[in-house]
């Protein structure tokens, strides 16, 4: 049996494409209930930081001159819900993007990832 499911056949290429990544993220943590209410206000604000952020890594745009982590500080994530971000993160990537750059962003989500579990070690 053949898969329905659509392989996307473009790179990430531009700031569009890295705010559809970011939305898209962002969506999949609203869908799964690991956005609170409370934080919603703060997950708007750093949408620009985090655009900012990849933009800078992937199309090595203007420097991101701010700590990668302190934008996810205020969620006060529990070490077991970083596997379940990288997760989506990943999740976003593969139905959105397939190439260098995606692989890229991949790499660089795992490092941010192991960064913020050793960075915050908060309990589950």
Do not use: C
């Not at 053949?2 to 869908?31: C, H, M, N, W, Y």
């Not at 930081?49 to 302190?70: D, G, I, K, T």
């Not at 190439?99 to 070690?121: M, Y």
């Amino acid at each position: 049996m053949l898969s329905t499911t659509s392989v996307p056949e473009t790179d990430i290429r531009s700031v569009q494409d890295i705010a559809l990544l970011v939305k898209a993220f962002e969506e999949k943590g609203r869908l799964h209930h690991l956005i609170p209410p409370s934080v919603e206000k703060e997950i708007a604000q750093n949408e620009r930081l985090m655009l900012h952020f990849w933009r800078s890594v992937l199309l090595e745009a203007s420097p991101y001159l701010h700590h990668p982590l302190s934008n996810y500080a205020f969620l006060h994530l529990p070490t077991a819900h970083i596997g379940r971000w990288i997760h989506l993160f990943y999740e976003a990537l593969e139905e959105n993007f397939k190439g260098k750059l995606a692989e890229v962003a991949k790499a660089r989500a795992s490092i941010l990832a192991r960064l913020t579990s050793i960075h915050f070690q908060i309990p589950t």
